[in-house]
């Protein structure tokens, strides 16, 4: 039974950040061992499942928890603010929750990792809607910029409807989108969207001055390499009036 990182990845959750080497399974004992590239780890609390292709995995709260102990910050919290993600309009449900999480997690403790475990708790949100805004809160939290507010709501005077902001700062009168390329290829998403990129590129002009005219907070616009490294998201945030609150830190 695959536990785990290995578990996390065949379970279909979005990977951001270093591969092991190593393969995660459940020890069939009652200790753990690691041998020839493959890493045993004792059983948790929770019932294993299955995943659509017939592989047994270790449940959703016990992979993320394990996740969270062994991998780096970012690759943890971007598997759990995908597993707690709730669609904004009722298509799909959520894998787990954040109050199922701790409880699992309080019950657990004290263990090995318990306190980087804590740490990736303390961050996660049902409100990232793609890994790049996971990625982006990290480094603004990394380059020292204000914790932003998610997905706030802006109704829309001129084009009708409510736009909602991936990341605002509104005492200091910005805002932030966190723009995949994959946003303006004109592909056929899942939800039918079936725009060529020119009509993208059109409704996201109008969109933009709605909120401006609405808010009259300046917008900071981002894509994925810009978060990765770090340093034009600083630019840009600056730009934008989001001033720097203490140093940086990872």
Known sequence: MFAGFTAAVLSGMPLVGPVPAEITVLATGASGRRRNGVVEIVRRTSAPITTDDGIAVTSVIDTLIEVARTRPLLTALTMMDSALWVPRFGKGTPSTTIEALRAAYDALVPFPG??????????????????????????????????????????????????????????????GEADGAGKYLGNPKADGDMRTPAEIVRNEKVRENDVRAVTTWVCARWEWDDAWKAGPLRRILLGAGVPLVRGPRR
């Not at 990232?128 to 805004?133: K, Y």
């Not at 020292?144 to 997905?151: H, I, K, V, W, Y």
């Not at 736009?163 to 005492?171: G, H, I, Q, S």
């Open 114 to 175: 318990s306190r980087r475990v804590a740490v990736v708790l303390e961050r996660a949100t049902h409100l990232a809607e793609t890994p790049l805004e996971t990625l982006s809160r990290v480094r603004i939290e990394e380059l020292g910029f204000p914790r932003p507010e998610l997905q706030v709501p802006v109704q829309r005077t001129r084009g009708g409807g409510t736009a909602f902001l991936d990341f605002a700062w509104p005492a200091y009168g910005g805002w």
